[in-house]
């Protein structure tokens, strides 16, 4: 079965710009988390979606925001990039919503911020 | 390849011998735990998991041990080969949490052949 995957792998935009990225999940798997990866702060998380809803946010500025289709793929979209934004991020998906099921992640998609 | 932590504590091991990389968790209300392995360039890629009504899980050449007394937990690896070379990471999740894994700093594994 197909992983988890993730486009664009690689991404370059200057400040003030948005971007948006995509998650296709693992078949079958209705929930979609997103995570920000940074050498100085690791990983957070941002937030997680079942059922095409927002069921958990972390603690970033409301710049970034996401929504999931009826398909599972989920999308998140960062709105007036900052340098600071400049992170790995990740997607994972699993069957079910909460801590029941094990999270499986795509390969991230880098994004540089100029 | 991409650097996921700057300062990460390092455990070296030579090709062969077993490798423990350990894990202070934050929450004592958490009650699933996962390892993940990330390679360079990729990303966290699940090794095994354990629930809070357990204290030692093993899997093929992993065994995962917890200390709820302490928040503690370890990664224990059999026969340590060079592919194991990577960053590990303990995640923990809450009760009733909607998807939202708190992950450590990572440990770096590096395997000398």
């Known amino acids: 079965k197909a992983g988890v995957t993730q486009t664009p792998r690689y991404l370059i935009k200057t400040r003030g710009q948005q971007v948006t990225l995509s998650c296709s999940p693992i078949?079958?798997?209705?929930?979609v988390s997103w995570y920000q990866q940074t050498p100085g702060q690791g990983l957070q998380f941002l937030f997680e979606?079942?059922?095409?809803?927002?069921?958990n946010k972390g603690n970033f500025p409301g710049r970034f925001s996401g929504r999931q289709f009826s398909n599972s793929r989920s999308e998140m979209n960062v709105s007036t990039l900052e340098l600071g934004d400049s992170a790995l991020y990740l997607c994972?998906?699993?069957?079910?919503?909460?801590?029941?099921?094990?999270?499986?992640f795509g390969p991230g998609t880098r994004l540089t911020v100029l | 390849g991409e650097s996921v932590g700057l300062h990460l504590p390092t455990l070296s091991v030579q090709e062969g011998d077993n490798s423990i990389i350990n894990c202070a968790y934050s929450?004592?209300?958490?009650?699933?735990f996962i390892w993940y392995k990330q390679e360079s360039g990729k990303g966290p890629q699940f090794i095994i998991d354990?629930?809070?009504?357990?204290d030692k899980r093993q899997g093929q050449r992993v065994t995962v041990l917890l200390n709820k007394t302490v928040k503690h937990l370890s990664l224990q690896i059999a026969a340590t080969q060079p592919g194991d070379s990577a960053v590990y990471f303990c995640?923990?999740?809450?009760?009733?949490?909607?998807?939202?894994?708190?992950f450590g700093k990572g440990t770096k594994l590096s395997v000398k052949p």
């Open positions: 979606y079942f059922s095409e809803t927002q069921r």
């Open positions: 354990i629930r809070s009504n357990m």
């Open positions: 995640a923990e999740m809450e009760p009733r949490s909607q998807g939202n894994l708190i």
């Open positions: 929450n004592s209300a958490s009650d699933y």
């Open positions: 078949s079958g798997h209705r929930s």
């Open positions: 994972a998906s699993s069957l079910n919503a909460g801590n029941t099921d094990t999270q499986y």
